[in-house]
Nanobody
Framework: QVQLVESGGGLVQPGGSLRLSCAASGSIFSINTMGWYRQAPGKERELVARINSRGTTYYTDSVKGRFTISRDNAKNTLYLQMNSLKPEDTAMYYC?????????WGQGTQVTVSS
């Protein structure tokens, strides 16, 4: 059974930084494409960043140059380093294992960017 547990969210001022973590279990983490998604109130869930087994990354335009996705296969952990945070980054952030149709999802961690 695949389990994904996110952590690292919180309240931060505009311009600040946070690092999200996603601890994975129950899958062969190192070969799976993993992603971070977010959903703001009243909006659809959107892909923020994705990383495959070779380390190739993808970012949505709004976070390019500010966010960095990475993975530590030895620790079965996915990360999202978020810098220069903006109020529009406020959302629930979800970790996803994209190795199967529909994916496996964590419960999410809230990120709030506000002064």
């Amino acid at each position: 059974q695949v389990q994904l547990v996110e952590s690292g969210g919180g309240l931060v001022q505009p311009g600040g930084s946070l690092r999200l973590s996603c601890a994975a279990s129950g899958s062969i983490f190192s070969i799976n494409t993993m992603g971070w998604y977010r959903q703001a109130p009243g909006k659809e869930r959107e892909l923020v960043a994705r990383i495959n087994s070779r380390g190739t990354t993808y970012y949505t335009d709004s976070v390019k140059g500010r966010f960095t996705i990475s993975r530590d296969n030895a620790k079965n952990t996915l990360y999202l380093q978020m810098n220069s945070l903006k109020p529009e980054d406020t959302a629930m952030y979800y970790c996803a294992d994209l190795s199967v149709p529909g994916g496996y999802w964590g419960q999410g961690t809230q990120v709030t960017v506000s002064s």
